[in-house]
């Protein structure tokens, strides 16, 4: 079972380079979305999908674009790389929205910027 | 706004030994409450939920009861392994009817078992 599969697992970065942290779901799950992980900070919400062709806005979504051209995938765009960007970025999906709220989260990407 | 505040780590356990894990929120309407583990090297997994008042969440031996009263959602093992050694989020998740499953995490507690 993949579950949700992000990629890198680890990136090193110099600061204004662009990249992509992919995700990808394969339990057909409408909600996906995107949080980073600081320490004493724990998870904040990025962006996240109710479904393909929406997305909106979390609690920390500057510097940060995101797509959702399909079900499957949720890529996170860094157009241009900060120090203050260097975290673990972790995605999550849910089977539905609503009450139970319930996410399987990916491995995490960690990303350094330099 | 909702808000999460979980006790600050680490804590450091005896195999064995009771563990609690405070929780508390700040919340309108009748958000669901969620514990997450995190274990070295690993994304989260859901620990245990409860999805309204009085409900008592549990798996693999830890408790949690949603009290409205004291707005409080406390972590409970009777007695801890070396392999329950992890991060422990508490999370606040969408009241009740809400359009997004969108999770508030506390800062999580790090958990330290010793043999």
């Known amino acids: 079972n993949a579950g949700v599969t992000q990629t890198p697992k680890f990136q090193v970065l110099k600061t204004g380079q662009s990249m992509t942290l992919q995700c990808a779901q394969d339990m057909n799950h409408e909600y996906m979305s995107w949080y980073r992980q600081d320490p004493g900070m724990g998870l904040r919400l990025i962006h996240y999908s109710v479904g393909a062709g929406i997305t909106d806005q979390g609690e920390v979504p500057n510097g940060y674009n995101v797509s959702r051209s399909t079900t499957e995938d949720f890529p996170l765009r860094l157009l241009s790389a900060a120090p203050s960007q260097t975290s673990v970025y972790f995605c999550a999906s849910s089977a539905g929205v609503g009450i139970t709220g319930e996410l399987f989260f990916g491995e995490g990407s960690r990303l350094t910027v330099l | ?115």
Not at chain 2, 65 to 72: A, D, V
């Open chain 2, 1 to 115: 706004g909702n808000s999460v505040t979980q006790m600050e780590g680490p804590v450091t356990l005896s195999e064995e030994a009771f563990l609690t894990i405070n929780c508390t929120y700040t919340a309108t309407g009748y958000p669901s409450l969620f514990w997450y583990v995190q274990y070295p090297g690993e994304g989260l997994q859901l620990l245990l939920k409860a999805t309204k008042a009085d409900d008592k969440g549990s798996n693999k031996g830890f408790e949690a009861t949603y009290r409205k009263e004291t707005t409080s959602f406390h972590l409970e093992k009777g007695s801890v392994q070396v392999s329950d050694s992890a991060v422990y989020f508490c999370a606040l998740g969408p009241d009740y009817g809400g359009a997004t499953n969108k999770l508030i995490f506390g800062t999580g507690t790090l958990l330290a078992v010793q043999p």
